[in-house]
């Protein structure tokens, strides 16, 4: 069974610190791999996707790798801002009995203090 | 600016009670998911459509649970009957691709239901 993990749960930084938020899946036949981001009370926004055969993606201040042989992903946040305020969840895709799956982990809450 | 809209934003209902969720995906997204979050099980997906017909629903509780897709651009989920467990917030999100092909997925704003 695929499980996904972030790690950590919560962080706290002031702004302006470069932070790495974890994740990690226990099986590594994924499609994809994406890292989203939920504001309180909202629905989710996608940040990066990235392929299984790629390495890493990047969007402006974020950047994501892949390595998929240990089954983890970073995403990295340069120059973070109090507006970086979120949870910050990755998901995995795979297929799992006749279909596919998008599993995510149980997020990081990220507070960037002015 | 095109983005999925959700109704009813939020819901409370009695145990026993019929619940319909309803979205409306972007206009020409043939793909639409609907997940539920909650602070126990974290994002589960529930069910996913793609051009109106059901991919796959098994993560959606059978006897109680339906999801359709009478048109293009409506989607509903439905709970018959609600129980107290069900409360949760629903989220819907449209794409256009299959998650295989993992392109973005839009989220709606969810419809937080509280079944007591």
């Known amino acids: 069974k695929q499980e996904v993990t972030q790690i950590p749960a919560a962080l706290s930084v002031p702004e302006g610190e470069n932070l790495v938020l974890n994740c990690s899946f226990t099986?590594?036949?994924?499609?994809?791999l994406q890292w989203f981001r939920q504001d309180h009370g909202k629905g989710l926004t996608s940040l990066l996707l990235?392929?299984?055969?790629?390495r890493e993606q990047t969007s402006g201040r974020l950047n994501a790798s892949l390595d998929k042989s240990s089954g983890r992903s970073t995403l990295y946040i340069a120059a973070s801002q109090p507006g970086d305020s979120a949870t910050y969840l990755c998901?995995?895709?795979?297929?799992?009995?006749?279909?596919?799956?998008?599993?995510f982990g149980s997020g990081t809450r990220l507070l960037v203090r002015p | 600016d095109a983005r999925v809209t959700q109704t009813p934003r939020h819901k409370v209902t009695e145990m026993g009670q019929e619940v319909t969720m309803r979205c409306q995906p972007i206009?020409?997204?043939?793909?639409v998911f609907w997940y539920r979050q909650t602070m126990m099980q974290g994002l589960e997906l529930l069910a996913y459509?793609?051009?109106?017909?059901?991919?796959?629903d098994s993560g959606m509780p059978k006897d109680r649970f339906s999801a359709e897709m009478p048109d293009a651009t409506l989607a509903t989920l439905k709970i018959q009957p609600s129980e107290p467990r069900d409360s949760a917030v629903y989220f819907c999100?449209?794409?256009?691709?299959?998650?295989?092909?993992?392109?973005?997925?839009?989220f709606g704003p969810g419809t937080r239901l509280l079944v007591l």
């Open positions: 999100a449209s794409g256009l691709a299959t998650l295989r092909e993992g392109e973005t997925q839009y």
């Open positions: 099986d590594s036949a994924i499609y994809n």
């Open positions: 990235i392929q299984s055969s790629q």
């Open positions: 998901a995995v895709s795979r297929r799992m009995d006749s279909s596919y799956k998008l599993i």
């Open positions: 206009l020409g997204h043939n793909t």
């Open positions: 459509f793609r051009n109106r017909a059901p991919l796959d």
